[in-house]
Nanobody, 118 residues
Framework: VELVESGGGLVQAGGSLSLSCAAS????????MGWYREAPGKQRELVAE????????NYADSVKGRFTISRDNAKNTLNLQMNSLKPEDTAVYYC????????????WGQGTQVTVSS
């Protein structure tokens, strides 16, 4: 599975950005996908995730009500709509895909920078 993110950039506080993650390869094996972010000097953290079988979603408390994760099955993409952005949302955002078999196998994209100016 290969993942390629796009859509990052610079935006003012209060603005919006949309991220997209294009998946290719053995996408039929993917059981869940999500977005993580890593700010300078901080650990990578979960932003939002979606489990494909149930369609359930999970968000970090810090982004609930502002970010929305969605999936386009036809295009094999995972999207993250980010509204009401704050300077603390500044980070490199990574797309993640998980294949759950006897063990969990994870795939990562290269990351896309999101910078929110105050």
């Amino acid at each position: 599975v290969e993942l390629v993110e796009s859509g990052g950039g610079l935006v003012q506080a209060g603005g919006s950005l949309s991220l997209s993650c294009a998946a290719s390869g053995s996408t039929f094996t993917i059981d869940a996908m999500g977005w993580y972010r890593e700010a300078p000097g901080k650990q990578r953290e979960l932003v939002a995730e979606m489990t494909f079988g149930s369609g359930s979603t999970n968000y970090a408390d810090s982004v609930k009500g502002r970010f929305t994760i969605s999936r386009d099955n036809a295009k094999n993409t995972l999207n993250l709509q980010m509204n009401s952005l704050k300077p603390e949302d500044t980070a490199v955002y990574y797309c993640n895909a998980e294949v759950m078999r006897l063990t969990s196998i994870e795939f990562w994209g290269q990351g896309t920078q999101v910078t929110v100016s105050s």
